[in-house]
């Protein structure tokens, strides 16, 4: 068996599985069940200094798809209930019982002296971590509300020296959000501010869906209801995309999250440059018990690729992704369809005709045959074919 | 046999799942399949989205006996065995699709027709052939008269077990033909074609009858013609009870007729003179029967019914499978010298069905069906035949399908009178 071990800014993780903010994480008991399932880490459910109101509407969920296989999730939820001196209270008591665990606290504060007393705190309870929130969705910086924090980079960079000049050695990670117009613009601001590494990315706001026949938005709230924030499988290739823009621009350790599923989703954002992969909606749906498929699934992985360690995979896919359009080695490719496969349902017929280019004809033996001529190569009909490997692009002389 | 949709679990999401395992064929072989036609990727489509107003709307206007057919179709036969999901995994359900729309869909707004034109065309017989040809004939404004010797609705209102077909279902079929403007007489039997010289086109579509079984002791007290007993226990007689019932046949009407003999609580065996697997029966039917406790007997064929006044037992032969015939199963030969007896109380020969013997100056084809050209039309102009007294009837929706052909056929037909 590989040892999936794995160390994230000087901190040792058994393996990169770490549990994310939470409603998952804001329970000491179901925090302790998650570190007794396997998982490396926890980062606790953000909490907040004494006296701030946190009133949270429920239902705050809502999810689109089907019973069992839903695609993503969305929820109106607000940072913890519970206060900080309960949080380092509880930091202290899951130190002492895991001390080969990672134990996160994420903090949310409003004022300088909120974010610095926070971290404060925490390090002292012995927290091996801090991970800012500058990206709730439901909260706000004050001055601009409805604004977070990470859509400015002067509040970034501010804030996150604020926390950086607080602590005395513990890590600090900034979790971002998605919903920026240049994210490598913010990383930097993150950087400058002298934080040791990020957390890519949070939620994404979203409109969970309008009930048509009541014509309210989902999830109800008593008649009304407010953005979510959008998470789950849906969101997975915009953390990719974040992801692979910070890595590469700002070489920075990132934490990855948003839209991790299974073991495969952790080393896609590994591959991009992800050091450690955070679970949220997956344990959600889920349970903890997926922790034992992340942990075999990865090892599999790794054995079967010839690597040592997760470590060695962290990044090994950016040098693919083209800086530019025009960097793309483009070559003609055209469709070809496998008739043993095929099984004469022609969807790629009606897809290339009304989609496509009209390269594709369907023949009274219900056999698709595609008209070199007019095949660009586009994929569309391997897109819909619901055969696994019946139609391929084919580089072309 | 359970039924995934229906018996399960009849919620939308559930359906909607199965719906969306269609791959939604271009030039689906199912809607080919289907006698009927109908728009079969369409009203999928439209379930998916949650559209089961549009859905039951092409359903039923491709099908009248829309209903009906969403219980009694044997869709291993039709749509389903054609299904090109098969070549992934299993066919799509697709009569259990179609009868969720029929089962959640109330009732669909009937559109009166055009300004009639001043022809009348009659129709004997009030099955779903009859039925159906004088929908589509009456909704392209011709007037219609149907006339039923009994009451309407024919095979499903009056022989197919309410075990297998809800009643309520049939109703719904048959209600709508009473809100439109066709002129339906029941307990009306046109006894000559004369009686309606004065219609511009006459189709008949009157169904068939029981063949009669040709040995000795036919006529004896407690010999039943199938017909009359799926008949009397729809209407709710039970009185049979307690019996050692013998059917021969393996045809689905001898099947039904074990079936409601075990219902009633006798003790019911199914003689058939070839191997299962060969009986013309549908394979859900022939589980169902199993299933139900009938037993089974293959490779025997009656000889004579014996007893005094009534049935006291059947002799019969044994038989061994010979070369296949033209139908391609193989021909039983009797094995000389196997003869035996089983003793029975009651004997249904259910061997199959034959034209009724009615209407003398249609031409006949050697089996004794009527005889048509490929627009329907019998010996005589203007006198179309459609259904089972062709011989080409077979399930419901093929009645359907041949009501539909031929109203086009008499459309026009009247087109080129005029």
Redesign the interface.
């Known amino acids: 068996m590989n040892n999936l071990a794995i160390e994230f800014l000087g901190v040792k993780f058994e393996n990169p599985f770490v549990l994310g903010a939470a409603p998952s994480t804001d329970d000491l008991d179901m925090v302790r069940r998650g570190f007794e399932a396997g998982w490396a880490g926890a980062v606790l459910k953000t909490t907040s200094v004494p006296g701030t109101k946190v009133e949270i509407a429920y239902p705050m969920l809502a999810s689109i798809g089907?019973?069992g296989k839903k695609f993503c999730l969305g929820n109106i939820d607000l940072i913890s209930v519970h206060h900080v001196d309960e949080v380092a209270k509880r930091v202290e008591i899951l130190k002492r019982e895991f001390p080969e665990k990672v134990v996160i606290a994420s903090i949310m504060g409003s004022s300088k002296e909120e974010w610095q007393s926070l971290v404060r705190i925490l390090e002292e309870a012995g927290a091996d971590m801090i991970e800012c929130s500058f990206s709730c969705p439901q909260g706000n910086i004050g001055e601009e509300p409805g604004k977070m924090l990470a859509q400015s980079t002067q509040a970034t960079e501010l804030v996150t020296s604020w926390v950086v000049g607080a602590r005395k050695k513990i890590p600090v990670l900034i979790k971002i959000t998605p919903q920026v117009t240049d994210i490598v613009e913010i990383a930097m601001a993150v950087k400058r501010g002298g934080a040791d590494g990020i957390t890519a990315s949070n939620t994404i706001p979203a409109l969970m869906g309008i009930d048509i026949w009541t014509l309210k938005p989902n999830p109800p709230v008593n008649g009304k209801s407010i953005y979510s924030g959008l998470s789950g499988p849906a969101i997975k290739p915009i953390t990719l995309r974040v992801i692979a823009e910070i890595a590469r621009y700002t070489g920075m350790p990132i934490a990855g999250t948003g839209g991790a599923m299974d073991w495969r989703d952790a080393v896609e954002f590994m591959l991009v440059g992800a050091h450690i992969v955070q679970y949220v909606t997956a344990v959600m749906f889920y349970g903890f018990r997926i922790i034992d498929d992340l942990v075999t699934g990865l090892q599999f992985y790794i054995e079967k690729m010839g690597f040592e360690s997760p470590e060695d995979i962290i990044g090994k896919s950016l040098p693919h992704i083209a800086w530019s359009y025009d960097e793309l080695p483009i070559r003609k490719v055209r469709s070809r369809i496998d008739l043993e496969k095929c099984?004469?349902?022609?969807?790629c017929?009606?897809a290339c005709r009304d989609g496509g280019h009209m390269a594709i004809e369907?023949g009274e033996d219900?056999k698709p045959n595609v008209i070199d001529e007019r095949c660009v190569g586009c994929s569309l009909c391997k897109e819909v074919c619901?055969?696994e490997g019946c139609i391929e692009l084919k580089p072309v002389e | 046999m359970k039924t995934l949709i229906l018996e399960n679990q009849r919620s939308y999401s559930f359906v909607k799942k199965e719906a969306e395992r269609c791959l939604l064929c271009y030039d689906p072989p199912c809607t080919e399949k289907c006698p009927a036609h109908i728009d079969i990727p369409g009203f999928i489509m439209n379930i998916r989205s949650g559209n089961l107003e549009a859905a039951y709307h092409k359903i039923v206007s491709a099908n009248p006996f829309a209903n009906t057919c969403g219980y009694v179709c044997p869709d291993e036969v039709l749509c389903q065995s054609v299904c090109i999901r098969a070549k992934l995994d299993e066919p799509i359900r697709i009569r259990e699709l179609h009868c969720f729309v029929t089962e959640s869909v109330e009732h669909l707004e009937i559109e009166m027709p055009q300004k009639t034109k001043g022809k009348k065309v009659a129709v004997i017989g009030g099955g779903p052939a009859g039925l159906t040809c004088a929908l589509k004939l009456w909704e392209k404004g011709i007037e219609v008269d149907v006339f039923e010797k009994d009451k309407i609705g024919g095979i499903p209102v009056v022989e197919i077990p309410s075990d297998r077909l809800p009643q309520s279902a049939v109703e719904r079929d048959i209600s709508k033909f009473r809100l439109l403007g066709i002129r339906i007489h029941e307990k009306t039997e046109v006894k000559s074609l004369s009686e309606l010289s004065n219609y511009d086109a006459i189709v008949v579509a009157t169904g068939v009858t029981t063949r009669k079984l040709d040995i000795s002791g036919i006529d004896l007290e407690g010999v039943i013609d199938p017909k009359e007993l799926l008949r009397s226990y729809k209407k709710g007689r039970k009185e049979i009870t307690g019996k050692r019932a013998v059917v021969i046949g393996g045809g689905n009407v001898a099947l039904d007729a074990a079936y409601v003999l075990k219902e009633m609580g006798n003790c019911v065996i199914v003689t058939y003179r070839r191997e299962l697997q060969y009986a013309p029966s549908w394979t859900k039917e022939k589980v169902l029967t199993f299933l139900k406790g009938v037993e089974f007997m293959y490779l025997v064929s009656p000889v004579a019914i014996k007893g005094e006044k009534r049935v006291e037992a059947v002799e019969f032969v044994r038989m061994r499978l010979g070369e296949p015939d033209e139908s391609g199963r193989p021909v039983p030969v009797p094995i000389e010298g196997s003869n035996f007896t089983l003793s029975a109380d009651i004997v249904v020969p259910a061997i199959g069905e034959t034209a009724p013997d009615i209407f003398p100056e249609l031409e006949r084809d050697d089996k004794g069906y009527v005889k048509t050209d490929s627009s329907y039309m019998t010996n005589i102009e203007g006198v179309f035949a459609i259904g089972d007294i062709t011989g080409k009837g077979g399930t419901i929706v093929e009645a359907v399908a041949q009501g539909k052909s031929v109203s086009e056929a008499v459309i026009n037909y009247l087109g080129r009178a005029r």
């Open positions: 089907e019973p099984i004469g349902c022609g969807n017929y009606i369907f219900r619901p055969v």
